[in-house]
Every structure is written in C-alpha cells, then in structure tokens.
C-alpha cells in the first residue's frame, strides 16, 4: 500500500470525523492496529511517514473538537488567529506509537485580557483532550497548557530573544527543543513569522552555535575501551540498550547542530541530511543516514506494552533481541561513528573556546 493509498485509508479517513476524545481514541487505536501489521514489512522511513501523518491528523482534529468544547463551555470562538506547533520526536515526524505530547501554541497580535482568558483555557483542554486521546502530558511540561510554549507572536519573538542572548545551559536547551518546531494546525503564517524569528538569530552568531555545540557533546557512554556494546547493568532493563539516549538522540542532535549553523529550517532529521548533502562539504553524511535509519528500526521494535488499546515502551533494546548478530553489528558500526563524530566536535569545540577573546 503505497503512502496516498494510506492516507486514503478508512480508518485514516475516519479520524477527522471523530466527534470527541473518546471517539478520536478509538480510532487512533484503529489506525494504530493497521500501522502495527505494517511495521517491519515496509521500509521503517516510509512506516514512520505513516505513523507521523497519523499523529498530525489526531493532532489537527484535537483542535477542532477543544474549539466545540471551548464555545460549549461559553468561552465562543477563537479571539483571534491561532497556531498550533509541536517539538521534539512530533516536530522532527519521528514520533512512534508511543510518543507523549511535545506542543505549544502561537497566538495573533499582542497579548489582551479575552486573548489571554480565552488560550489559557484552551491550552489546558487541548492538552487534555490529546491526553485522553493517548498521548500523555510532557514529564518536561513542553506543552499549549504552559505559559512558557505558549504565547503571542511578540512575546514568542521577544522570548526567542532572550534565550539567544543569554547562552546558560538551560535557555539554550529550550533553544534546541525549538529548533523542531513544526507546524501542524491554524495559521501557517504565524508558524512561518516564528520560524523567520528564530533562524534570524542564528544567522553569523558564532557564540549561540557554539553554546548549542557544547549541548550536544554531552552524551551517554555506550562503548567501553574494547569498542564493546555497554548495556544497562542494573535495574529493570539489566542487559538491555538504551536505543533513545545511546543512539537515537546523540545522531538527532549531531544533524540538528550541523542544520543550524547553515541556516536549514526543515526539522526532520532525514531532510535535513539531504539539505546537508547538497552543501558538498561534510564527509559520513552517507554513513550517518544508514546510522540513523538503524536508530530508527530499533526504537520503533523496542519491547511495548498496551494497556486499554495505548501503547507504552521504555525504548530499551531487550537483552535477548541484542543476541542477533547482524542487529548487534549495525548496532556497533552507528555506536563507533557516533563516538567518532563526537570525539570530532568536542575538539572543535576545545578550538572554539580557545580563540575566544
């Protein structure tokens, strides 16, 4: 089934005419049944495109059911032009079935008393709504119902702003989950005039590329001094691999760095490379595609269980799925050009702050 014939699909389909929360689980559930059957059969960048499209459509009727609840509840209609945005895993479409939530909102004009009573509300049924439909709230608290991912256009830009100067570990983090912003319901344009906002401030500042640089060499060991696999010693997942922290992210942020200092706006970390490719100047771009779609595989088999149709995983590699020799060598192969490129920009960081005045 190619990808139109899924977006076709009656259980797609059947999504958008989901009338409230519950209804609009049942359906996930649905879709999620079919996407299940497919997994491992297609390729995992074309099943990951599917999994995605299916969290944008739940994402898009959320917000057209929290608006009938909002007029229900007296509230009226929206005040203004609104936008809704996701981050993380959603904002880069590498969401799997398991993805909690990781959104925020743009809201038109400056900040009045009906815009703020009105979003306020709004921010806090949304996330609600989307947390009954499966996807639970953010342990990080990046979510609509949080003042800090939620805000006017001037008060985002200002915000923007204001991480961008001040280079501490913490407001450059928030600089990182931005850089995934993607847009998914509303105006597109208040999407847009954010994107224009936060690449701006990128655009020849070497200090900001270089406290995002010093984010992204942090990372957790996974090879030992024999280039060895390292496995969870302790504790429930004991043998198992941390295929989240161990590979997956480390890649993300390698590829997200190297996309924002050349100014790419595409969040997905598979665009993004090919936007890489097309400079002509990095080596291993090949190599870490082929790392990447690794990461992928794994995280999307990693070991699941459902509880009322919802699936939850720990994105740890079971010991025993370790034992397949050809998975463990894929595994190594991405784990040592990880180490390598790492070992890379920690010394161009070392350089960098050296020359520093």
Known sequence: MET????????????????????????????????????????????????????????????????????????????????FIVFGSAGRQEATLWSDQD????????????????????GAMLSDVLETTGYEKCDGKVMCSEPLWRKTLPEWEHQ???????????????????SDMRHVAGSIELSAKWKEAFHAGFADNHKLAMAVLRNTVRHKAT?????????ERFGDYAGGFDVKYGLYIPLVNIVRHLSLLHGIQDSSTLKRLEHLAELDIYQHLEEIRRAFLTA??????????????????????????????????????????????????????????????
């Open 160 to 178: 923007l702003a204001g991480w961008m100067e001040q280079l501490e570990w913490e407001p450059v983090r928030y600089l990182i989950i931005a």
């Open 296 to 357: 992928l595989k794994m995280r999307v088999n990693t070991p699941y269980t459902v509880e009322d149709g919802l699936l939850a995983s720990s994105d740890y590699y079971a010991e025993n799925d370790l034992k397949n020799k050809q998975l463990r060598s894929e595994l190594r192969e991405s784990l040592l050009l990880v180490r390598r490129l790492h070992k890379a920009l920690q010394r161009q960081l070392r350089s960098a702050e050296r020359r520093q005045p």
């Open 4 to 83: 139109a014939d899924w977006n076709e699909d009656e259980r797609y389909l059947s999504i958008v005419t989901a009338g409230s929360p519950q209804e609009l689980k049942a359906r996930r559930t649905a879709c999620q049944t079919v996407l299940l059957e497919q997994l491992n059969v297609i390729p995992v960048e074309e099943w990951m495109c599917r999994v995605n499209a299916m969290h944008d459509q739940i994402a898009r009727t959320a917000v057209h059911i929290c608006e009938a609840q909002m007029k229900e509840a007296g509230y009226g209609l929206p005040p203004c032009a609104y936008s």
């Open 103 to 122: 959104n925020g909102l743009i809201v038109e004009g400056e900040l009045d008393g009906l815009k703020k009573s009105y979003f306020e509300a709004f």
């Open 223 to 231: 090879l030992n001094l024999l280039g060895q696999v390292l496995t």
